[in-house]
């Protein structure tokens, strides 16, 4: 038999400052494209708004970050290739 190895702690997100506006932005550019999928039968239900990971060296360490991320978060094959027609078809107009 052999002896568990310990495992090493999954790294922590460290907070970020994020201007309120900044996150407000990704939030509402986060519902207005949950809206536009909604409109053209595509739902990806994993979507969210998150901020950065940290800088790890010092040069930016002082300032806010200045945006927040929009999370799209993971899709079946079929969501994939109803976006991807989609993008396509609006990319032809």
């Known amino acids: 038999m052999t002896s ?17 506006e900044k996150i407000q932005e990704a ?8 809206a536009a999928l909604t409109g053209a039968g595509i739902q ?18 002082g300032r806010a970050t200045r945006y927040a991320l929009i ?9 994939a290739l109803a976006l991807a027609a989609v993008i396509v078809y609006g990319a032809g107009r």
């Open 71 to 79: 999370h799209l978060g993971v899709c079946s094959a079929p969501v």
């Open 44 to 61: 990806l239900p994993a979507m969210d708004v998150r901020t950065p990971w940290p800088v790890t060296d010092d040069s930016d360490a």
């Open 27 to 34: 939030v509402e550019a986060r519902d207005a494209l949950a």
């Open 4 to 20: 568990a190895t310990p495992k090493p702690p999954l790294p922590r997100r460290t907070p970020q400052r994020v201007a309120p």
